[in-house]
């Protein structure tokens, strides 16, 4: 009887065992045969910049998590950092699964810093109706201004921008000789001229027509690895930019955020020195806050920042010390000499504005000379009201004081004491105030 159950026992495990196994093997199969295929698509609009960067880090994450067939970036862009431009095209020819930029909508163009991103996808498209060129290096400065690069710096950064794009081209089989004479002389195309010149790879009407031309296309990753696209019924989903990704794209601007960062002081010091004011401490914090998210993607030189914090200290210590200037001379050299240093960038990209220092600069003289002075000199100041503005008034003695009597103060009449008497209709002057009893002198 034992023997009969040990080998039913025996029997049942072994068979749930194969089937659980064989089981997991058809889940596995099927999960990765019969899946619907997915794509990641990225609008992306606007000039690059480190939030242009952030978007395409995740959307490449989120395509490797899920397995999917690419990444599309549909690009409309003018153009933007050099610097930030040459990450995201490392970005892309390291990325892990296959990346395909598509200008799009109609009337969009890929400008400039464009053209690098575009020839760095694994495949690229056209919108009818699109251009592409113009990649002569330039300058981006405050508001969205640009110049050209001259001197020994321009002709450093034209040929190592020309280098770049040709070893772009020719990595992805496209035309190097164009790539270059866009970066050189700002050259720029239609989109049937560049799918005729091989400097896309076809032009797609819609999202839609672009998955069918992508169908089928084998691409070799960064690993050496060839991947064969199966687009044509693909899941499209779309990583919108959120609220969050536009405004980090504001503040992201270094000016903008040295400017939160000095509103963040004024906001947080006249609360200090003004306890209870209650919005200039949520308004300064809130700046303060702004400013050290924007700094998670600018590159900060904490030496800088120091200095910075160092110059509004002093600022204060003027304030509360009398130095003749002495802390107002070194703040204002502490500040000038770390806003100028705040911000580590590379030589395309200029550094904060000059009129934006000296603005912000003067401002913060006037605020400490004007505001916190006026606060500081106001906290000092003896009491004028209420129970403790009695302290050193002059009052009229209405019943003779020996060693108690009654004063005549601020329209009331107070018991009063004093070490000698005083007759009545003399003046004496408040000392101090215990309860309702007030110690006074003669006048």
């Known amino acids: 009887m034992k023997t009969t159950q040990h080998q039913l026992f025996n029997f049942i495990r072994t068979t749930s065992f194969r089937a659980i196994l064989v089981s997991t093997i058809l889940w596995l199969f099927c999960n990765n045969v019969f899946a619907t295929p997915q794509v990641v698509v990225l609008p992306y609009q606007g000039t690059i910049d480190p939030v ?21 970036i549909e690009l409309d862009t003018p153009g933007g950092l050099l610097s930030t431009t040459r990450t995201m095209v490392q970005m892309i020819l390291n990325s892990p699964v296959p990346v395909i930029v598509y200008v799009s909508p109609r009337g969009a163009h890929a400008g400039s810093a464009g053209v690098f991103i575009t020839m760095a996808g694994h495949l690229a498209a056209m919108a009818p109706g699109t251009n592409i060129g113009a ?116 503040i992201a601007d270094p000016n903008v955020s040295y400017i939160l960062l000095a509103l963040g002081f004024y906001g947080l010091l006249f609360e200090f020195q003004n306890p209870g004011a209650v919005w200039p401490g949520i308004m300064g914090g809130l700046c303060m806050i702004f400013a050290f998210t924007s700094f998670q993607v600018l590159p900060i030189n904490l030496a800088g920042l120091l200095l910075i914090i160092t110059a509004f200290i002093l600022f204060v210590l003027e304030v509360k010390f009398v130095s003749k200037g ?107 105030l215990e309860g309702t009893l007030l110690y006074v002198h003669p006048k």
């Not at 952030?54 to 067939?69: F, G, M, P, Y």
């Not at 049937?192 to 998955?211: C, G, M, P, Q, R």
């Not at 006026?374 to 302290?391: F, P």
């Open 135 to 250: 990649a002569h290096p330039v300058s981006i400065g405050i508001g969205g201004g640009s110049d050209s690069i001259s001197g020994v710096m321009g002709t450093k950064v034209m040929n190592d921008a020309s280098a770049q794009i040709r070893t772009i081209a020719n990595q992805r089989h496209r035309n190097a000789e164009w790539a270059e004479r866009a970066v050189r002389q700002s050259v720029a195309i239609t989109e049937t001229e560049a799918e005729s010149l091989k400097v896309i790879d076809f032009v797609a009407k819609n999202l839609d027509d672009l998955l069918i031309l992508c169908d089928g296309k084998q691409i070799t990753l960064a690993n050496g690895s060839i991947r064969t696209l199966h687009t044509r019924d693909a899941v499209v989903i779309t990583r919108e930019p959120g609220i969050g990704d536009k405004l980090l794209s504001v």
């Open 326 to 432: 002495a802390f107002t001379v070194g703040a204002i050299i502490a500040m000038t000499a770390g806003s100028l240093m705040l911000f580590d960038l590379p030589d395309d990209v200029p550094g904060l504005n000059w009129y934006v220092i000296a603005a912000v600069v003067f401002t913060t003289v006037l605020f400490f000379t004007l505001v916190v002075t006026a606060g500081v000199k106001a906290m000092k100041a003896r009491v004028l009201t209420g129970r403790e503005g009695l302290i050193g008034e002059i009052c009229d003695v209405v019943s003779k004081i020996d060693p108690e009597g009654k004063v005549f103060v601020h329209g009331e009449l107070w018991r009063a004491t004093a070490d000698t008497p005083i007759e009545k209709g003399a003046k004496v002057t408040v000392e101090k």
């Open 52 to 72: 242009a960067q952030l978007q395409l880090s995740r959307a490449i994450k989120d395509a490797t998590n899920r397995n999917a067939e690419a990444v599309i």
